[in-house]
Every structure is written in C-alpha cells, then in structure tokens.
C-alpha cells in the first residue's frame, strides 16, 4: 500500500517546546538523497525512535527496538545481493535421521530445486533443513539460523559462509522467512513444522503476505499432509471456519519434481501482485487474450468490489520498481478477503492458451 505518514507522530513534536521536528529534517537531508522516494518513510522512522526517547521507557522495551532495527537492517543489508534470486522456503523436521526416505526426498527437492535455477532457503539447521542444502549446494542455499544460550550450529552447507544470517529473535527471523519466500515447500515436521504451515496460510488467507505457491510435500504413501488436510476439511472447512476456497491455498504432492514443477507452473504467467491505492495489480509476462479477458470478467467477477478487469501498463504510481515496468498488468478492485479464488485467477492467467500470443504447450 502505498505510504501514509503517522501525523499524530508530527504533531507530538510540535507541540512538545523544542523543534526536534526540523532538527529530524536536518538529519534526513544529511543522509538520504533529496530525490529518493523512501526520505518520508526514513524521517518517521527517525520520529518513531526519538518518541520512544522522549517517553524514555524501559531499558527492555529500548533493547528490544535496537535488537530488532538491527538484524533488519543487517538482514537488508546481506540479503541484497540475492534479490533478484526467486527463493523457496523449505521447512521440515531438523530431527529426521540421514537415514529415513524422507531426508533423500529432502535432499533431492534441494537438488531439483536448485535445477530450475530456485534458490533453498532453510533455518540452516539438521533433518531436513541439511538435507535440502545437501542437494542444491551452497551456491543455491540460504541459511537464516537462530542464535540460542547453549552451542548451536549450523548445517555444514552453509556454516561459516556469507550464505548465513543469524538472527536473536524468532519473530524477526520468521519475518524473513516469509518475506524472501517466492514459494513455500513443507515437509513432515513436529510443532515447529505445523506453526510455521498455519502461519503461512493465515498469511497469506488474510493478505498479509503475497500469493506464493504453498507446497505440501511427503513421500509416496506418506499420510503426513494427507491426514492433516482431511482434519482441516472436517474440522475447518465443514464448521465454515475457513472459506472452501481457503483449501486451494496448498498443493500436495509426493516428489520433488512435482514441487518445482507446481512453483515453476505458478510463474509461468504471474510474476507478482501490489496493491496500488484501491486497486490489486498482477504484473504479468505476458498479456491476456481478449476472449480471457471476457473469460476473467466473468467468472471471477465475485472478487471485484466494484466494476471488472483491465489490462494495464505501469502507471506513474509504480515508478519506483524501474525493472517491473515492462511488464502487462491485470488490475481491478480485489475484495481483499478470497485469495483461494485468487488463486484460482492465477492458475488461470498461467494457462498458455489464455495469452494474447499463445506459446506452444508444454509436455
């Protein structure tokens, strides 16, 4: 969404006997370039912080603010030069042993992953975790590890190399998982598996986070994921808990060339989605048919708020993503609410046959 500054937080300073308001400018204007879009949100950064200041609260509650600013900023920071890597988020057990079925499973998703030229983002630890950075190799992982009061090590893929980030807190960690995902893929785990699974539907259920591919992965005759999906159905979908489209939020699927094939099917056409004021935009790689337009408006005319569909070039208000700005896009006035029919819009902006020039069909 674009940004909205805080003026509650402006008007604290104004009225508090000192300008630290215009002292706060001064700073900016020394710093950050007079050009760039983000000086607004650096200055209410900076207010956020000397509010907090003025209050003086608790020395916990300010080293809980700098801890957190700082592993954002270094995580920014390291994380830059992998930006234009898609990645996926692989979770799993770390207590699954090398021997069982499904660490081979994990390792060749690694592998397999890493052969559609997708990047393996890991907690850098044991069990499935080692398993799939085995297989993609370090020039394809990503570690983000969890510091802890007793020794703590990272899987040999990725310990000691500039592959791996360290994080104090779970949550920032967590956010980072979720942030640089272009796709998730869960495997067999215990209590951590299954939150960081809910998490990222609710996520994504609510429009906290993009639609990415979520990707359920057990071996062959493995009942893990089938069962927990028979429970959500019984359980969520059938007590309305949860929309029936909800469930289409998640694919299951028992190899790992089906998992890279189900993530690779997903940017086939969609490359990413924003919100631009009152209005959702796909960007697209390619352009629509005019028979799918007609198609789109109306059968998924129940996520509109209001009017249908257009296709779009980049408009002034996405200026600040240069690279993007080729691209076609599919905008309309989303709900905001149903994103397992967005989905089902996705998968169906994916077919080839719905182009505007059709390549040929794949094997």
């Not at 390792?107 to 990047?119: I, K, N, S």
């Not at 980030?165 to 495997?187: G, N, P, T, W, Y």
Request: charged share 25%; glycine share 6%.
């Amino acid at each position: 969404m674009p940004f909205e500054p805080d003026d509650y937080l402006s008007r604290h300073f104004k009225t508090s006997g000192v300008d630290l308001a215009s002292k706060i400018d001064e700073l900016v204007a020394l710093v950050v370039p007079e050009t760039s879009p983000n000086l607004p949100l650096y200055r209410e950064m900076l207010v956020t912080v000397m509010r907090m200041a003025q209050a003086d609260r608790s020395r916990w509650d300010a080293k809980i603010l700098l801890q957190t600013m700082r592993e954002m900023e270094h995580a920014f920071s390291r994380l830059d030069q992998f930006k234009r890597r898609r990645k996926v988020t692989v979770f799993g057990s770390a207590r699954t042993p090398i021997e069982h079925p499904l660490y081979a499973l994990a390792r060749q998703l690694g592998e397999t992953l890493a052969r559609y030229d997708l990047m393996v983002v890991t907690g850098a630890g044991g069990g499935i975790m080692a398993a799939a950075h085995e297989g993609a190799g370090l020039d394809n992982s990503l570690g983000l590890n969890i510091t802890l009061p007793f020794e703590q090590h990272a899987n040999p893929t990725v310990n000691g190399t500039d592959n791996l980030l360290s994080f104090h807190f779970f949550f920032v960690r967590k956010l980072f998982f979720i942030k640089e995902a272009d796709a998730l893929v869960l495997c067999p785990g215990g209590f951590g598996t299954l939150d960081e699974a809910l998490e990222v539907l609710t996520l994504i259920q609510t429009g906290k986070s993009p639609l990415v591919p979520v990707v359920l992965l057990d071996e062959p005759g493995g009942s893990f994921w089938k069962d927990a999906l028979q429970f959500m159905r019984r359980q969520l979908e059938d007590n309305r808990y949860i929309l029936p489209s909800d469930m289409r939020l998640v694919r299951l699927v028992y190899s790992a060339e089906e998992a890279a094939q189900e993530i690779a099917t997903f940017y086939r056409n969609f490359h990413s989605s924003r919100w631009l004021k009152d209005r959702f935009v796909l960007r697209m790689n390619h352009p629509l048919s005019d028979a799918a337009m007609a198609h789109i408006n109306a059968t998924f005319a129940d996520l509109c708020l209001s009017g249908g569909y257009e296709q779009q070039p980049c408009c002034e208000l996405e200026l600040d993503e240069p690279e993007l700005q080729r691209l076609p896009r599919l905008s309309f006035a989303f709900n905001g609410r149903d994103h397992g029919r967005l989905r089902e819009l996705t998968d169906y902006i994916n077919e080839t046959a719905n182009w505007a020039t059709p390549l040929p069909s794949e094997d």
